[in-house]
């Protein structure tokens, strides 16, 4: 199974509200990756976790927080965002071994968000 | 730091002809090269990569690039493309030494037209 699922697949959120976006692997990956999309763009880096400990964080804005229950599961919780936040959030997984720079990432389909 | 430029925004051919989408990195380490493709509304996946070893690469879908590291270039081919292989397709780098980190070009849109 080479599969990264996320959910939703579409959100619309107004500034005030709070939601969470869910990725799920079950490859036994041990880094994850969320990513920013804007339409017609390449993925931007947003957060690693590797060994569910949060290892890059871009310099994103505080109104997105990461968090890593579990091997398997990353969420990224959202609030009071802003409209130009509005994009295809992907979520990706690696094996996380001894050669990292060099591993595949897994995507998944992504999570397109409407901030209104 | 490093930088990925992929020349052509934009390649149209028509089905059964040959491509090249070209890509070009800037970097002060050495770094692996990889090839992602993106179909509509979907995420990325893998096309190909380079880590060492020949400088050829292929895929399983009849795409190669080959790494040449005098001129910085990492192009792909496909000596006839189908319908399918409409796409976005992003060139990536990540440093050899470093985390697990991909610097992304800007991505060509690929068009088949019948």
């Known amino acids: 199974d080479t599969e990264v699922t996320q959910t939703p697949k579409h959100l619309v959120m107004g500034m005030t509200n709070k939601k969470s976006l869910k990725c799920e692997q079950h490859m036994g990956h041990r880094a994850m990756y969320w990513y920013k999309q804007k339409a017609k763009k390449p993925p931007e880096l947003m957060f690693v976790y590797s060994y569910e400990k949060l290892s890059i964080n871009e310099s994103v804005p505080s109104r997105f927080s990461p968090e890593c229950p579990n091997s398997s599961l990353l969420n990224l919780h959202l609030h009071a965002l802003q409209p130009e936040d509005s994009a295809l959030y992907l979520c990706a997984s690696s094996h996380s071994g001894t050669n990292p720079g060099g591993e595949t990432q897994y995507f998944g389909p992504g999570t397109r968000l409407l901030v209104l | 730091a490093q930088s990925v430029t992929q020349l052509d925004s934009q390649v149209p051919v028509f089905e059964e002809a040959p491509v090249e989408l070209r890509c070009n990195y800037s970097?002060?380490?050495?770094?692996?090269l990889f090839w992602y493709v993106q179909y509509p509304n979907q995420g990325l996946q893998l096309l190909l990569k380079y880590l060492s070893g020949s400088t050829l690469v292929e895929s399983i879908n009849g795409f190669e690039a080959e790494f040449n590291k005098s001129q910085t270039s990492f192009h792909l081919r496909k000596p006839s493309v189908h319908i399918s292989d409409t796409a976005e397709y992003f060139c990536a780098v990540s440093e050899i030494q470093g985390a697990q980190k991909l610097v992304f070009g800007q991505g060509t849109r690929l068009t088949i037209n019948p």
């Open positions: 970097s002060s380490v050495s770094v692996y």
